[in-house]
């Protein structure tokens, strides 16, 4: 029997990387095998934005993810931001799928392009070459015509285009809740339930519907 399939998570340079963290987190607590790119984008905003130093080496990448999201359970294998002879490279590698997140303008613009210019890139050229999901992950505001041109290239191509914007209705009560939502409902895309999230089940489903029919 083959083992499972894994995930593909890429996470590029674009400001909102407890969201990747909190991914990972959540694949390896459903005990998922992960393969993680990070590219040498999302590694500079590591260092300015938290002044963390992600480690480009995948074995110290490896303790360094496990070490940040405080996870023993799953499988997770780093690769190196630029090594396109892994097995993520290659169509004949099996996946469930990829994830890019967050996705960055730059690796948007190169993938709509086909410029495979890092693993990011070429991986996620792969899946759409063999019709594997990709979701994509955007975060920049606000969004240029060549970014909407070049996501809707992506989404022509057969991507899921899932932009982590937050909702309400969950009625968060912190960023924890905040940031959960916005992961599980990435995951929601490729057929996860990653988490227990406060889903919509209508109004009558909310806890005051009832004072507030009353109130009325
Ligand atoms: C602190 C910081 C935050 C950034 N945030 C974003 C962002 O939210 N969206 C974006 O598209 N680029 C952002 N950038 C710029 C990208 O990191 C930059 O274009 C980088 O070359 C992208 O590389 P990658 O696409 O290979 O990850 C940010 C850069 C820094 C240093």
Known sequence: MPAADPIVLAISG???QPLAQ??????LEAGETV???TSKGAIGVWQAELGIRVPLEPRAQ????RDRTEMASGHLRCHRWNDQSVGIASGSFRTKGMVILPASMGTVGRIASGVALDLVERAADVHLKECRPLVICPRETPWNLIHLRNLTTLAEAGARIAPPVPAWYHQPQSIEDM?????IRVFDVLG??????NRWQGALGR???AQADQAE
Request: charged share 15%; hydrophobic share 55%.
């Open 192 to 197: 996860y339930d990653l988490g227990n999230l």
């Open 14 to 16: 674009a400001s909102a």
């Open 22 to 27: 909190r991914a990972l987190q959540l694949l």
């Open 35 to 37: 393969e993680v790119v």
């Open 62 to 65: 490896e303790a360094f993810w």
């Open 207 to 209: 806890p005051n519907s």
């Open 179 to 183: 940031v959960d939502f916005l992961v």
